[in-house]
Structures are given as structure tokens and as C-alpha cells.
């Protein structure tokens, strides 16, 4: 089984670390691959942000899809470009907020977030409620970090949002903290040592999904909201995210070109 697990930004050595921790849940016969687009923002800290990471996410989908990819982990607390994805792909596609929070409502009656900026807290409020976990959801709390800070090795990072982690145990009356980063997730099994409560990281939470999904041979319905985009022109700078006119294969998924006028074969 051929996993892609996709850093929507463009820091490559953060790629590197989430593929890490998606390895660790791997099994046996599960190959992943971290990638990032080559075109996009450093780090998603805004909407601005997350609406121009989206292209480049789409690009990589594309590209997967020609290679034959099982399965997909968008890996960005926001769920960026997630729905567009599902269009776009044949095998199932996750993502970390998602992934995270659903894996929490089975360990607790109640969980935490803890994220780097407060400007992202709202985004994380809205997924919990599209999720429908909303009331499994006691707060999201910000330890107002950069995204990037969490690359410097040695900065504080670590201990500033161990000490929040505790603080949402404390405080909130959570049974399970979710991490809301990407970057997170190698800090998770220190954490939920030091604060003895589960903490959740939707890099690991993600990947374990589709793995899960991809051995049930189960895959996005394609009955309606997520069948393939009516083919139509993009000009621009997008020109080359036209889809053109689909072909049926084997009653299966379309075939069509991608983003990059790539073929993506079925
Ligand atoms: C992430 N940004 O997981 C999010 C975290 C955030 O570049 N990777 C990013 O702050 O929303």
C-alpha cells in the first residue's frame, strides 16, 4: 500500500518530520511518502495562507494519482483543500484536524486543543463543529508560536506548549488533549507522559485512518457531492489545473489530465 502524506507548506524539512511520524504507524507493507508542493506558502498560519496552499495540495494529488497512490493524509491542522481533494482522488484522503479530533471522542468524553497562534483557534472551532464534535470539544487554546519556531531546535517551543497541555488538563477538565499542528507531532508521547493524559497527534491519527480504510478497500462515495469536478476552462496562472472532458474506465474513476496536463489513469 502506497501512502502520500502531504505537508501542504513548503518547508521541506518540516515534510521530513511529519513523514517520520507517519512511518511509526506504518505496518508491514505500508510505504510512505512525504511530499510538499513546491509552490505555496512557508507556513499556514491564516486563511490567506491556507487558500493559497490549496493549488499546490491539488498538484501533489494529481501527481499521486499517476503514481498510482492508495490513499492521502493532508498534513495541516487546518484540513486545508480537503473536499477539493476528495474530488480529485480515487483512494480515501484524510486529514490531521479531522483525524485528530474523531480519534479523541474515542479515548475521552472530552478534549482539548492546543495550537501555535490564536489567530487559528477559530478554524479549529469551526472543523470541530463541521465534524460534528463540537461538544466533545472543551477549549482550544493557543501557545502563540509560530508554525516555524517549532523547526528551531532547542526554543522553548517544547516546554511552552507542554505547560499549556497541562494547563487545558487542569483547567478545561479534558480527558485528551489534540495537538493542532503538523510540527507537533514528535512531542506527543513526552507530553502525554508528563501531563498523564492521552494526547492525540493527527499526523499518526491520519495515516493509521487511511491506512485502515485502504485495507477495508473502501473509499470516497462518488454518488454525489464528491464525484468528480464538472470538467470546465481555468485561465491564469491556474491554467493548468483544467480538468478535460472525463472518459469512463472499467465503470471505475475517470480518466482525466491534472493540474500539471498530466494524465491521471484509474
Ligand atoms: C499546520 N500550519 O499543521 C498548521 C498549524 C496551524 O503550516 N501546519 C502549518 O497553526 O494551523
Not at 63 to 77: H, M, Q
Amino acid at each position: 500500500m502506497l501512502i502520500k502524506v502531504i505537508n501542504p507548506n513548503t518547508t521541506a524539512s518540516m515534510t521530513e518530520k511529519i513523514g517520520d511520524c507517519a512511518r511509526t504507524v506504518a505496518a508491514v507493507g505500508t510505504t510512505i511518502d512525504a511530499v510538499n508542493p513546491a509552490m505555496g506558502p512557508a507556513s499556514i498560519e491564516s486563511h490567506y495562507d491556507e487558500a493559497l496552499a490549496v493549488p499546490g495540495l491539488l498538484d501533489e494529488i494529481a501527481k499521486g494519482e499517476r503514481e498510482r497512490v492508495d490513499g492521502y493524509v493532508i498534513a495541516c491542522f487546518g484540513d486545508p483543500g480537503l473536499d477539493a481533494a476528495r474530488e480529485l482522488a480515487r483512494g480515501p484522503v484524510v486529514a490531521i484536524a479531522e483525524a485528530a479530533m474523531r480519534t479523541a471522542t474515542f479515548l475521552g468524553r472530552s478534549f482539548s486543543v492546543v495550537t501555535t497562534l490564536g489567530r487559528t483557534a477559530g478554524r479549529a472551532w469551526d472543523l470541530a463543529a463541521h465534524y460534528g464534535v463540537k461538544d466533545f470539544c472543551r477549549n482550544v487554546r493557543a501557545c502563540e508560536i509560530p508554525v516555524l519556531d517549532l523547526e528551531i531546535p532547542g526554543s522553548a517551543a517544547r516546554a511552552v506548549i507542554t505547560a499549556e497541555c497541562a494547563r487545558a488538563v487542569a483547567e478545561d477538565g479534558c480527558d485528551v488533549i489534540v495537538l493542532g499542528c503538523a510540527r507537533m507531532a514528535d512531542l506527543t508521547a513526552d507530553i502525554s507522559r508528563r501531563i498523564g493524559a492521552p494526547v492525540v497527534d493527527g499526523v499518526a491519527a491520519a495515516t493509521a485512518t487511511v491506512q485502515a480504510l485502504v485495507s477495508m478497500g473502501l473509499r470516497t462515495s462518488v454518488r454525489s457531492e464528491f464525484a468528480r469536478p464538472l470538467p470546465k476552462q481555468m485561465v491564469g496562472l491556474l491554467a493548468g489545473f483544467t480538468l478535460d472532458e472525463p472518459v469512463a474506465v472499467n465503470g471505475g474513476r475517470v480518466a482525466t489530465a491534472g493540474p500539471d496536463g498530466a494524465r491521471i489513469g484509474s
